[in-house]
T-cell receptor, first 111, second 115 residues
Framework: GENVEQHPSTLSVQEGDSAVIKCTYSDSASNYFPWYKQELGKGPQLIIDIRSNVGEKKDQRIAVTLNKTAKHFSLHITETQPEDSAVYFCAASPTGGKLQFGAGTQVVVTP | DVKVTQSSRYLVKRTGEKVFLECVQDMDHENMFWYRQDPGLGLRLIYFSYDVKMKEKGDIPEGYSVSREKKERFSLILESASTNQTSMYLC??????????????FGSGTRLTVV
């Protein structure tokens, strides 16, 4: 089955700086890669996703890149703000399959 | 606003009790999932269901069972609660998986403490 590794486990950044979280996956059949943000006391919320026919996708301050050859994908947050502080999860899935999640990254944005 | 609702935010149960965690979604989603979340271990899949009365084991099904009698409702059952089942439990749902993948919608979670 699919195995997803996520790094780093914690990330501290100054407000205004960029944050990058990286994930690798094992199943070459995976073609869907969502990212979730979990704020304290809440369930994870989908913030952006990318499919294998696209190399990069951007939505305001967040972007995701996918390298199918290397089997890795990354989340980029620019101009970080205190409200970006949360736990972020990456995930991967083949067509028709269930999501396999990474272990999560605790992001702390300090003013 | 589409929603996945978990019946309780916090539960405290005694060892050996039978515990029911309820989840309801209002999006007419075919797929429903139960995860547990523990620090450093991420989200681990307990059980999932792709249709009414259908269930499949996830990665950590031991000590748990599920019920899906109606499309919108997916229940997680701890047959005899133990202290190692103290955790955050998250329910999620998604659209039909047949040809395409869609993101999951999660509930807010139930924090279960077994004493």
């Amino acid at each position: 089955g699919e195995n997803v590794e996520q790094h780093p486990s914690t990330l501290s950044v100054q407000e205004g700086d960029s944050a990058v979280i990286k994930c690798t996956y094992s199943d070459s059949a995976s073609n869907y890669f969502p990212w979730y943000k979990q704020e304290l006391g809440k369930g994870p919320q989908l913030i952006i996703d990318i499919r294998s026919n696209v190399g990069e996708k951007k939505d305001q301050r967040i972007a995701v890149t996918l390298n199918k050859t290397a089997k890795h994908f990354s989340l980029h947050i620019t101009e970080t703000q205190p409200e970006d502080s949360a736990v972020y999860f990456c995930a991967a899935s083949p067509t028709g399959g269930k999501l396999q999640f990474g272990a999560g990254t605790q992001v702390v944005v300090t003013p | 606003d589409v929603k996945v609702t978990q019946s309780s935010r916090y539960l405290v149960k005694r060892t050996g009790e039978k515990v029911f965690l309820e989840c309801v979604q209002d999006m007419d989603h075919e797929n429903m999932f139960w995860y547990r979340q523990d620090p450093g271990l991420g989200l681990r899949l307990i059980y999932f269901s792709y249709d009414v009365k259908m269930k499949e084991k996830g990665d950590i099904p031991e000590g748990y069972s599920v019920s899906r009698e109606k499309k919108e409702r997916f229940s997680l059952i701890l047959e005899s609660a133990s202290t190692n089942q103290t955790s955050m439990y998250l329910c999620a749902s998604s659209r039909d998986r047949a040809l395409f993948n869609y993101g999951y919608t999660f509930g807010s979670g139930t924090r279960l403490t077994v004493v």
